[in-house]
């Protein structure tokens, strides 16, 4: 659904649909107070006669109210008013949006106004738009058939949000609907299928970020054979497709600090290799590169939000596929680190991608920290479901910023152990490690894998995001199968601990 959001100072809506809000006992704000005695005290009539309770979540859906001149009157439940933070405005946000969605709508005016009369800072207002914004999103591109509403342009709807601090909501939306731009970006990404994004397809999308300031290079195989990468290109071996390294830099403080580094896994297509996955369920492998995904729609949000601080942004672009020149179980690969890697398993690619990726980010850049994300293995979906990211982590302080970052955004993530006995399931009687440690422990053992690629003294953490990038649950700011997980969390992460 296409959206036009705009912000107004407090009035009284005069037609079409119009929105507000009501707590759990019943009270509304001054604006909705004045539209029901207008209507002569028909919400509560509405309500009792239709056991309305004002719970969280739940709607009043009065159709040509009398004594208004509205098509529509919505009440919204909110539930109780106060202790609402950002993630619950902007769950109340994707709430309504589904409601409205449902009215099909063409102009709709919601009155931004707690019942209790407290009043709704512009940061607030700022993220309810934001969730209406990522509840419209809808992947619909290669659907040839339309209904009758799309075709007579019945799928955009304007919304105007009346608030009290309409003008600082307006500046603060500014800014989160740039982070906003960068979810969907991560959003479109993964749902894109194989056939059209491949490795190259990826990299000439991120090319696209250099109009909003952010410098990208790509590296292609030859540059990425000098490199010695000889662990990322092994993935590629089986495909017609090239591979890609593309490093995404922003320069918001100019080079004052040593910058923040975040390497994305980019498979776009994994069939497993030689090891190749079951038949049932592989068209999901189109999604393997959502760590990527993340990545790029990280470096979106925060050129568009001109983020004050230095970001480099790193992914690796493979396609996984079997083929007579595909690497075999048994063969061993020497990195970019100069470290030998026994291929127990083809289907253990994504860490072979990241090391390389790792490893070259350091050389070149000396970040500050590192941190990767991956849409790494399926035994994180078997530690913890589809809500929350595995976290991993050699420093402390980094983990409870980035945990911090999660329970504000909603985008949650739950630390793991890494230890020396996990380390010893990846050693290898041939090479310096195996590419995997067998079925126990193996988000751990992932993790462990990575981390011998990380330098003494660089605070390191690895989010393992197989369960919430892809294929993730349904909520209040996504109905999507690709979620855009790690844009909005690691956005947070920078502005909150980073940014001048």
Known sequence: MKLNLSFAKPQMPADGVAVVLCDDKLALGAIAGALDQTAGGLVARAA????????????????LPAGLALDRLLVAGIGKAEGRGESDWMKLGGTIMAKIGGLKATAVTV???RP????IEGEEAAAFAAGMRLRAYDFDRYKTRKSDDEENG????????VVDKASKAKSAYKLLGGVCDGVIVARDL?????????????????????????EVEVLGEKEMRKLKMDALLGVALGSARPPRLVVMRWNGAKGKDKPLVFVGKGVCFDSGGISLKPGAGMEDMKGDMGGAAAVTGLMHALAARKARVDVIGIIGLVENMPDGKAQRPGDIVT????????IINTDAEGRLVLCDALWYAQERFEPRLVVDLATLTGAIMIALG???????????????????????TGEAVWRMPLGKDYDKLIDSKFAD????GGRWAGSITAAQFLKRFVKDGTPWAHLDVAGTAMGSPKTEISQSWSSGFGVRLLDRFVADNYEK
Not at 155 to 161: C, G, H, L, M, S
Not at 207 to 213: Q, R
Not at 433 to 436: D, F, L, P, V
């Open 386 to 408: 589809h809500h929350h990211a595995g976290l991993f982590a050699n420093d402390d302080d980094l983990a409870g910023q980035l945990a911090r970052a999660g329970e504000a």
């Open 154 to 161: 019945g799928d955009a709807v304007d919304v105007t949000i």
């Open 116 to 119: 209790d009369g407290a009043d």
């Open 48 to 63: 009792a006669a239709g056991n309305f309770k004002g719970k969280e979540g739940s709607s009043l859906d009065l159709v």
């Open 433 to 436: 490690m195996k590419n995997t």
């Open 111 to 113: 009155v931004l106004e």
């Open 335 to 342: 990195s970019m680190s100069g470290q030998t890697i026994e």
């Open 190 to 214: 993964v749902n894109e299928p194989g056939n059209v994004l491949g490795p190259e397809e990826f990299a000439d999308r991120a090319k696209k970020l250099e109009k909003l300031g952010v």
